[in-house]
């Protein structure tokens, strides 16, 4: 049984940066793949980035070259650190984890282990 710790998140103004952290607790080859990804009221989860532990990442085009997710494998920790943060980045943000992302490292339909959630909320 995996289980995602997520921390971190909060409030910011339009143009700061947050960091937000997710430690997992099972296998290796239980979290191959981990990811953050965010759901606004009224719109569906989508993926912001990712990475395998072999090392390769996926960022969504709406967060590229404004954050940047690294992962320590020694501790099977994540974190995604989020800069120039605009108020169309407000959301929950998930951490999930999937030892195959069957659909893809980016689509939510192919973790089946998700963190609890937490807020982030940009003002203008």
């Known amino acids: 049984q995996v289980q995602l710790v997520e921390s971190g998140g909060g409030s910011v103004q339009a143009g700061g940066s947050l960091r937000l952290s997710c430690v997992a607790t099972?296998?290796?080859?239980?979290?191959?793949?981990m990811g953050w990804f965010r759901q606004a009221p009224g719109k569906e989860r989508e993926g912001v980035a990712a990475v395998a532990r072999g090392g390769t990442v996926t960022y969504a085009d709406s967060v590229k070259g404004r954050f940047t997710i690294s992962r320590d494998n020694e501790v099977n920790t994540i974190e995604l650190h989020m800069g120039d943060l605009k108020p169309e980045d407000t959301a929950i943000y998930y951490c999930a984890t999937d030892p195959q992302a069957t659909y893809g490292m980016s689509a939510p339909r192919s973790y089946h282990n998700w963190g609890q959630g937490t807020q982030v909320t940009v003002s203008s």
């Open positions: 099972g296998s290796p080859d239980a979290t191959y793949f």
